[in-house]
């Protein structure tokens, strides 16, 4: 059974920094491409960032660049999302996320078959 388990949300002041994980469990994930996605309340499931793993190719939304770094860890099947110079508008339930997606689909929600269960990310003003 495919688990993707997330951690290190919490709350932060604007300025700060996080480190989300994402440990996958249950099958060989190394042609996957694992994802990132955030959902703030009353809004839709937004693409934050995406690595596949095979080729370590890393993407990145436009309001992330700079500030947010996608990384994996093979040897321990987990996706690593570090977020610094974090703001009030990136508070949000943070997803991960996992498939077999396509270079042309990496920032589509429906292109990924498992979810994490998400974690919180505050950040104060």
């Known amino acids: 059974q495919v688990q993707l388990e997330e951690s290190g949300g919490g709350l932060v002041q604007a300025g700060g920094s996080l480190r989300l994980s994402c440990a996958a469990f249950g099958r060989d994930f190394s042609l996957y491409r694992m994802g990132w996605f955030r959902q703030a309340p009353g809004k839709e499931r937004d693409f934050v960032s995406a690595i596949n793993w095979s080729g370590g190719n890393r993407y990145y939304a436009d309001f992330v660049k700079g500030r947010f770094t996608i990384s994996g860890d093979t040897a321990k099947n987990t996706v690593y999302l570090h977020m610094n110079s974090l703001k009030p508008e990136d508070t949000a339930v943070y997803y991960c996320?996992?498939?077999?997606?396509?270079?042309?689909?990496?920032?589509?929600?429906?292109?990924?078959?498992?979810w994490g269960q998400g974690t919180q990310v505050a950040v104060s003003s």
């Open positions: 996320a996992a498939g077999i997606v396509s270079n042309r689909w990496y920032a589509t929600v429906g292109a990924y078959g498992y």
